[in-house]
């Protein structure tokens, strides 16, 4: 029987970073890792991106080999090996490779065997039209029916779930030509967004050439003559020559629970703050692994590449700290303190065709489920300064607490400079600066880059006038309160006002406001004031005038731009155009 210092199933982002820092502090150790698949350290980010046709070798997928491993860390990489049981007590884990099987013990084990596509209960899943988006070969497959090697290309395709790959899946098939149904069964694209910010990628998607069809899911596949067919639970039938199943991930742990490794119900792996398992000496990271939510403090996996990578990097410290060898191995002192794996803020980003969609931290869903009060700040400033060619609008959303101004969640769509200030914000969060922290920030600013009032300041400046009361603010979700039971009182101009504006809407530019306070008490009849214009900043001074007059009026968060997108395809319908 084979023996090792460290055994680490999966090779590509937890494991084989656990298995590059562990050769860096210990040039000694023995480490060996078994990977199910045919390659380690694949770029599976970079999958879709191979399947539109913007990375044109599969070469730049593959980012280390065996071989290269070997050379340069001196890792023993076993491709096509695959552990099939674990015996704790026994410090040993059974593995099946194209040699045959074999047992091999350890000191220390860690798993990072990550996710598998889930399959939800839909007849006809393993028709042979679909697949999944998690390998290489997936990728390389996908491509290949694209652009018809072997065959006739594929001209429709059905992609089942919007979330983050199913996006990326749909963005790329459409980008290669072909005809692209996206399903989603939430009620918008990319569930972990906001129905308002949803709704600008909805619309991009669209114009993309994307069909989407959202509060509905696949009940079925059937093949009909030489293609396949999903059908849709609200009775449509999608035929496609391509279907991709993007439905969501669970952990790859079956083995392991068997062996008696506590997870949760999802099959997600508990462990400690530093990686350790229930079992001795056996370590866990990535996405097959349960974390701690940094706003909301629920237990969830959180399957993004980040966290994996430096849980890696941060099991192996706490490996070679437990083991007592930092001393020897001539390592600091300090590593005998190691970091525990930081609470995840979830913070990810998504590219659809013009537009970029990122987010951090908790959304209205996670906030209301752990019962956390919060206050919704929409903005929306421009990138970089108006007046450098080429400026556009980064919509903004950040849910703050309305008492202490904490920072909880925050999310931004538009073309550029989105991913600048969601990682601002995940670092602001990360440091628990509050919003109005966000003010003091010294970010680097020229027109064609930003503007002297960041998105972020301004964020800062609006959450500081929310939470000293200077400004009120309505919600979008309180369209009927403000339909019913306040005064709309429109302050854009007369033309903004006639390209759409609610039916109960009276329009009187911020300009003239002052001279016509008379006419708003008249007609509010003493009801609260629903100040609207296009994105917030104009109603601001309009509710500055009101209140200093002695009105209760409040400002709709984010303006019509905001009310617009949380409306969705119902805003027409609504709106009023015409004076
Ligand atoms: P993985 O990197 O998936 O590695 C697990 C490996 O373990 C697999 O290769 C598997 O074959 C192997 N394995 C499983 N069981 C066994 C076993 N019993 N024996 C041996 N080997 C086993 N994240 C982002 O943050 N940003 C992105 O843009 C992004 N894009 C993505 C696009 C795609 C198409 C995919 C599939 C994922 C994407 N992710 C992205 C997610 C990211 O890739 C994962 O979060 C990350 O790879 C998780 O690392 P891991 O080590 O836990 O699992």
Known sequence: MAKHGYVIVGGVAGGMSA??????????????????????????????????????????????????????????????????????????????????????????????????????????????????????????????????????????????????????????????????????????????????????????????????????????????????????????????????????????????????????????????????????????????????????????????????NRAGRLVADQIVAAAGKARRLGITDKIASVRPLPAPLGTAIVRVGRLTAAMTGANRASLAGAGIAFTTLHLHPLAHAGYFPGATQIHLLVHIDPRTGRILGAQAVGEQGVDKRIDVLATAMRANLTAPDLIDLDLCYSPPYGSAKDPVSMIGFLSDNVLTGQLALWQPDELDWARTKAFVLDVRTPEEFASGHLPEAVNIPHTSLRGRLGDVKQQAGGRPIAVTCQSGVRSYIAHRVLAAAGFDSRSLSGGMLTLRAFLGAAADALLVKGS
């Open 19 to 308: 298995a590059a820092r562990l050769r860096r502090l210990d040039e000694a150790a023995d480490i060996v890792i078994f990977e199910a698949g045919p390659e380690v350290s694949f770029a599976n980010c970079g999958l879709p991106y191979y399947v539109g046709g913007e990375i044109t070798s599969q070469d730049e997928l593959l980012v280390q080999t065996p071989k290269s491993l070997k050379d340069s860390l001196n890792l023993q990489v076993h491709v096509n090996h695959r552990v099939t049981a674990l015996d704790a007590a026994a410090h040993k884990v059974h593995v099946v490779g194209p040699a045959g099987e074999l047992d091999v013990t350890y000191d220390h084990l860690i798993l990072s065997p990550g996710a598998t596509a889930t399959r939800p209960p839909i007849e006809g899943l393993d028709n042979p039209h679909v697949h999944t988006l998690r390998t290489v070969t997936d990728a390389v497959t996908m491509r290949d029916l694209v652009t018809g090697k072997g065959g006739k290309p594929a001209k429709t395709a059905v992609v089942l779930g919007a979330g983050f790959i199913g996006l990326e899946a749909a963005e790329g098939l459409a980008h290669a030509g072909v005809e692209v149904t996206l399903v989603e069964v939430a009620p918008h694209v990319l569930p972990p967004l906001e129905q308002e910010m949803a709704q600008l990628v909805h619309e991009e998607l669209q114009r993309l050439g994307v069909k989407v069809v959202v509060g509905t899911g696949a009940s079925a596949v059937a093949e009909d003559g030489g293609h396949a067919v999903v059908r849709l639970a609200d009775g449509q039938s999608l035929p496609a020559d391509l279907v991709v199943l993007s439905t969501g991930v669970a952990p790859a742990t079956q083995v392991f629970v068997a062996a008696g490794l506590k997870c949760d119900e999802r099959g997600a792996i508990v462990t400690d703050a530093h990686g350790l398992t229930n079992l001795p000496d056996v370590w866990a990271v990535g996405d097959a692994t349960l974390s701690t939510d940094a706003v909301t403090g629920a237990r969830r996996p959180v399957p993004l590449a980040g966290p994996a």
